[in-house]
């Protein structure tokens, strides 16, 4: 019964996934495009434009670029032309800077702010105000105040996913269970081992929600604040083709945004399944 | 003064202020000997779990204290265990790891080995040999109380204290663990402190029945006293001749005198709860009450 949903969601996926292919090179193929266009923009297409051929890359087109990119990966020409992959392990790198130094202060502080209800109450105006402030807001003070591009960007990286950590990890601290709290009282558990072996895995699965949240804006960011720094990373080479008038490369640097995005996601669903108990 | 109680619940209150403070009980005083189970009546809201909580050390009282084998409490402790009406398993651990959570708190010292050997023994006292790698969720809902009691009585505490411990049990798994509870006392001799709603629970597992009227203003009125044999067993409790006379007078007492008891019991000194024995024809107070206006009362059934 359920494999044979399975089977069946695959098959329809696979028949959307071909009716856009198909639609997609349709469209692209060829047409009078070259009619409507201005003589100017004709130009700045340039052989594609104007022999009549769609601007917008087909699926074959892109198909064999991404080929050309995924076999060589990791080449180095100079600043402005890197492999894919290069590109892509410099966002990664960022992302996980940034998310591990958030994960490093919000898991204690958010414990902090879940055992303690002053604490709580104190920071909460912070919080409040800190929290919807949109990442890139803080680019231009953080590019003055750290001058460094790439170290900038990590810190935005920092900023955006540390609330949706911290808040998690409070709210799971807050909302353990108070008889679970109370077993460890009467078996007379010190506070430091109390928190590692019941708080913590209590709070497991919420905190773990927290993460995967913070992962998926971290990775959301990362392109644009790449695309404000420049140098390096897939946000930068996104920018960079689509200054060069390469839609193919922008169109398979979205679709490689998106396949990141998805393993980051589904690397911490793992990890939440693992914390995750049934009651 | 009552030192020679292993157990002293002396004038506590408790009291919640706030917009409309209340007065959940005050001036509460019980006391209890070593290896004596007691089993705690009441209507639902009048106190009973706030004074287990006092007793466990995980609620303090407003006003009075809670002397244990000579000393006053000040918190919880691994001498007095703790079955709570919910289980209160760590969803997260097997049914060992649970046992030997509380193993390893009591034994810090003791290695592994050492840990799962004395956990597993208690595991397989309340008969769940076989089970101790489940977790909690895949157990059923009786199953998951054995593993509380195998918990409780694994710190080899001095005091179990148990809070409607088979109250969310169908009535045949709650008379199979009464028998094993009832089984593991006489034989270890636990002193134990129990709340029940269920008449023929206590009347099976208590050596003393505390009747507690209902709240706020909570008293204990009457502190009956067993007058089954020791050896009982479950299925032949309502053979006994004194069986009725007892189950009717607590079924009184929770049926309309648990409404009254304060309003029609002026001079009730509460440091002195009345000790009722049934009798073969009407139930007598015996001991430590100006006898003289309540002897009737008491009778009344
Ligand atoms: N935090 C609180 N604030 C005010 N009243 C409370 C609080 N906690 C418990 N109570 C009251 O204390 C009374 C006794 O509760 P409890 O000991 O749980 O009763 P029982 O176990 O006999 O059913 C109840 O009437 C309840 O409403
Ligand atoms: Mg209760």
Redesign the interface.
């Known amino acids: 019964m359920t494999t044979s949903l399975r089977l069946r969601a695959a098959v329809v996926s696979i028949v959307l996934l071909a009716v856009f292919l198909g639609a997609w090179h349709i469209a692209t193929r060829s047409t009078g495009a070259a009619a409507n266009m201005s003589p100017e923009y004709a130009k700045l297409m340039g052989m594609t434009a104007t022999q009549g051929k769609s601007a917008m890359p087909g699926p074959l087109d892109v198909g064999a670029k991404l080929w050309e990119h995924l076999k060589r990966p990791f080449y180095d020409n100079g600043p402005n032309d890197k492999g894919l992959g290069i590109q892509l392990a410099y966002s990664i790198g960022r992302v996980m800077l940034g998310y591990l130094i958030a994960v490093a202060i919000a898991i204690p502080l958010g414990f902090l702010i879940g055992m303690s209800p002053l604490i709580s109450k104190a920071l909460d105006p912070f919080i409040q105000i800190l929290k919807p402030i949109s990442p890139l807001a803080w680019m231009p003070l953080a590019l003055y105040t750290i001058k460094d591009s790439s170290l900038s960007a990590i810190f935005v990286i920092f900023i955006c996913s540390v609330w949706p950590m911290l808040i998690n990890t409070a709210f799971g601290v807050a909302s353990v269970r108070k008889e679970w709290i109370n077993v460890a009282r009467t078996l007379e558990v010190g506070n430091f081992r109390r928190a590692f072996t019941v708080i913590l895995p209590a709070a497991a699965p919420t905190i773990l929600t927290g993460m995967r949240i913070s992962i998926g804006i971290a990775w959301l960011v990362i392109v644009a604040a790449e695309m404000l720094v420049g140098g390096t990373g897939i946000g930068y080479f996104v920018w960079n083709e689509w200054n060069n008038l390469s839609i193919t490369n922008v169109i398979i640097a979205i679709l490689l945004i998106g396949v990141v995005g998805m393993v980051l996601d589904q690397l911490l669903a793992r990890v939440s399944r693992l914390v995750t108990f049934p009651e | 003064m009552t030192s020679d109680k292993f157990i002293s619940i002396e004038g506590i209150a408790k009291r919640y202020e706030g917009t409309r403070s209340t007065t959940i009980f005050e001036n509460l005083w019980l006391g209890m000997a070593r290896g004596e189970f007691v089993c705690v009546i009441g209507h639902s809201g009048c106190g009973k779990t706030t004074v287990l909580n006092i007793l466990?050390?995980?609620d303090a009282p407003s006003e009075g204290v809670v002397v244990v084998d000579g000393q006053a409490i000040e918190?919880?402790?691994?001498d007095?265990?703790?079955i709570?009406q919910?289980h209160?398993l760590?969803?997260?651990r097997t049914v060992l790891g649970n046992v030997a959570?509380?193993v390893s708190?009591?034994w810090r010292k003791w290695d592994r080995a050492k840990v799962k050997a004395h956990a597993l023994k208690y595991i397989e006292l309340v008969g769940l040999a076989g089970s101790e790698h489940k977790?909690?969720?895949e157990l059923s809902g009786g199953m998951k109380q054995r593993v509380g009691i195998a918990r409780a009585l694994s710190?080899t505490p001095k005091i179990m204290l148990m809070d409607e411990p088979f109250s969310a049990l169908d009535a045949l798994t709650r008379g199979t663990l009464q028998d094993e509870v009832r089984r593991i006392c006489v034989e270890t001799g636990q002193t134990v402190f129990m709340i029940t709603h269920d008449v023929d629970e206590a009347i099976y597992l208590a050596d003393k029945i505390v009747l507690m009227t209902n709240g706020p203003g909570a008293v204990l009125a009457e502190i009956v006293e067993n007058p089954l044999p020791k050896d009982r067993l479950r299925g032949d409790l309502h053979r006994h001749p004194l069986y009725y006379a007892l189950r009717n007078h607590i079924i009184d007492f929770l049926v309309s005198r648990s409404k009254t008891f304060v309003a029609e019991t002026p001079d009730h000194d509460p440091r002195k709860v009345p000790v009722v024995k049934i009798g073969r024809t009407e139930p007598t107070i015996v001991a430590s009450k100006p006898a003289d206006s309540d002897a009737p009362q008491a009778a009344a059934r």
């Open positions: 466990a050390g995980l918190g919880p402790s691994l007095r265990a703790v709570f919910s209160a760590l969803p997260w959570y509380a708190s009591k977790r909690p969720s710190i």
